[in-house]
């Protein structure tokens, strides 16, 4: 469960998030709103790169507001970001295995745990390739791979699915459905696909101006008029 109180984050004139408070408590939870909106930034509050103005935020019974995010990890958080982290020079298996370096774990299970997410995201053939042979798909599910080690509690993905075609979409929905189950963390998810959004998650926060324009289960979420003019640019009295 994640639960975001007051938060006010403030860059110079802008305010991209401003007095938030939500609590998430489903397996898979939606987050979205348009361009701007905040949701990275939550993101970033929530993984500890941005600190707020002002709130809290707690995973569970933990209050994270005043940890590093190293500190968080190691208390089960994970993140993708919009852009891949997947070096280079490093092969598939190195580039999941190095996350292990932030997290104490002893070489078997960490060893144990990499296969496993190996497995899971289907990369398990292209182990030993060098990151730069690896296409975007496979590089999104090196980023996935990733937070699946040591252990998770709450991983937090920004817009997993964009740049995929429909085929892979489809894959990395039918993986994203697996991850509660199968790491034990809650997953909260960016993206602008409503359609992607409403397959997966019961739950889901909207946001726009960095203010919360509504939370609650998707399908209610999604037919909200305003969530619908803020979110879909449709106009309110229409739907
Ligand atoms: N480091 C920063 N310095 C100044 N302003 C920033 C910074 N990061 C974000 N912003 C501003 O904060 C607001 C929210 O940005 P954010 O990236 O959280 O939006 P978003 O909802 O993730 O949008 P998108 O859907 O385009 O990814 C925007 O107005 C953005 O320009
Ligand atoms: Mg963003």
Redesign the pocket.
């Known amino acids: 469960m994640i639960r975001v109180e007051h938060v006010t984050v403030v ?2 004139g ?1 305010r ?1 998030l401003d007095g938030l408070d939500a609590e998430l408590h489903a397996p898979i939870c939606g987050l979205i ?10 993101l970033n509050v929530l993984s500890g790169f941005v600190h707020p103005a002002q709130g809290r935020v707690w995973l569970d019974e933990l209050d994270l507001t005043h940890l590093s995010p190293v500190q968080r990890m190691r208390a089960g958080l994970r993140r993708t970001f ?1 852009q891949e982290q997947v070096v280079d020079d490093l092969t598939t298996y190195e580039n999941i295995m190095a996350i292990a370096d932030h997290i104490p774990l002893d070489r078997a299970r960490r060893r144990t745990e990499v296969d496993g997410a190996l497995a899971l995201t289907g990369l398990g053939e292209r182990a030993s390739w060098p990151g730069r042979r690896l296409n975007l798909f496979d590089r999104r599910m090196v980023e996935i791979a990733k937070t699946l080690i040591g252990a998770p509690k709450l991983i937090l993905m920004d ?1 997993p699915a964009a740049g995929l075609n429909e085929a892979e979409t489809e894959r990395l929905r039918a993986l994203l459905l697996r991850i509660p189950s199968a790491s034990g963390a809650q997953l909260i998810l ?1 993206d ?1 696909d409503a359609d992607l959004i409403a397959a997966l998650c019961e739950e889901t926060l909207v ?1 726009d101006f ?1 203010k919360r324009v509504a939370l609650g289960p998707t399908r209610t979420v999604l037919a909200d008029p305003t969530v619908r003019q803020a979110y879909l640019g449709e106009p309110g009295a229409a739907c």
């Open positions: 860059f110079g802008v991209p709103g348009p361009n701007g909106a905040g949701k990275t930034t939550l919009q817009e960016i602008h946001l960095g």
